[in-house]
């Protein structure tokens, strides 16, 4: 069993200087990426106005599928216009992990 996670850093629009607006960007964000089967949630910068971290963790029988989902899952934040990507943080977790 392989577990992967990854963490996208994104920079809102100008316009999200308010909580309302950042959901506004957010939920539909969250609600794109769980089509790909994954958990996801908002997990960091909840308190900043313009940014946002976005969470995303998938379990596999295998490393490859695990790697496929979070590719997939990066490309469809990057092809966002209305965010920018700043950064992505990945973690791979295999039976050989202590």
Same mark, same amino acid.
């Given at each position: 069993? /392989?577990?992967?996670?990854?963490?996208?850093? !994104?920079? @809102?629009?100008? $316009? +999200?200087? +308010? @909580?309302?607006?950042? =959901? +506004? /960007?957010? =939920?539909?964000?969250?609600? #794109? !990426?769980?089509?790909?089967?994954?958990?996801?949630?908002?997990?960091?910068?909840?308190? @900043? #106005?313009?940014?946002?971290?976005?969470?995303?963790?998938?379990?596999?029988?295998?490393?490859? #599928?695990?790697?496929?989902?979070? $590719?997939?899952?990066?490309?469809?934040?990057?092809?966002?216009?209305?965010?920018? @990507?700043? +950064?992505?943080?990945?973690?791979? #977790?295999?039976?050989?992990?202590?």
């Amino acid at each position: 069993m /392989y577990t992967g996670t990854a963490v996208f850093d !994104l920079l @809102l629009p100008d $316009d +999200s200087r +308010s @909580l309302k607006a950042k =959901r +506004s /960007y957010v =939920r539909p964000l969250v609600a #794109h !990426l769980r089509k790909f089967e994954v958990s996801v949630a908002e997990v960091g910068a909840l308190d @900043l #106005h313009g940014r946002t971290e976005i969470g995303v963790a998938v379990v596999a029988a295998e490393a490859g #599928h695990v790697r496929e989902v979070l $590719d997939s899952c990066e490309r469809a934040v990057a092809g966002r216009p209305e965010v920018e @990507l700043l +950064s992505v943080r990945r973690r791979l #977790h295999g039976d050989d992990d202590e």
